[in-house]
């Protein structure tokens, strides 16, 4: 099992910032990624962003794009989420996950998840 606990959400105005964390915790993978995903109220759950944890590489969603960035502190086995120049639509509960293997922007595809932290972007 593996455990993932956000924290960070919270409420801000439009063009604001916040920054998500999510600490890792319980079995490790060999090969592994790790991403957030989002919801919107009357929404499918989205993807947002996602890093391979062993080479690093990234891949963002073209809305969040040059916007977002995920990153990660190996010491600490946390993923974060920066998210810059906030706008009204990127309203939602954002969800930390992770997978063995590779990442994919296929909500189904994840194997754990943490319990979802909101953000709302007023404007």
């Known amino acids: 099992q593996v455990q993932l606990v956000e924290s960070g959400g919270g409420l801000v105005q439009a063009g604001g910032s916040l920054r998500l964390s999510c600490a890792a915790s319980?079995?490790?993978?060999?090969?592994?990624?790790m991403g957030w995903f989002r919801q919107a109220p009357g929404k499918e759950r989205e993807f947002v962003t996602a890093?391979?944890?062993?080479?690093?590489?990234?891949t963002y969603a073209d809305s969040v794009k040059g916007r977002f960035t995920i990153s990660r502190d190996n010491a600490k086995n946390t993923v974060y989420l920066q998210m810059n120049s906030l706008k009204p639509e990127d309203t939602a509960v954002y969800y930390c996950?992770?997978?063995?293997?590779?990442?994919?922007?296929?909500?189904?595809?994840?194997?754990?998840w943490g319990q979802g932290t909101q953000v709302t972007v007023s404007s």
């Open positions: 319980g079995r490790t993978f060999g090969s592994y990624a």
């Open positions: 890093l391979n944890w062993s080479g690093g590489s990234t």
């Open positions: 996950t992770v997978r063995r293997g590779y990442y994919t922007d296929c909500a189904g595809s994840w194997h754990y």
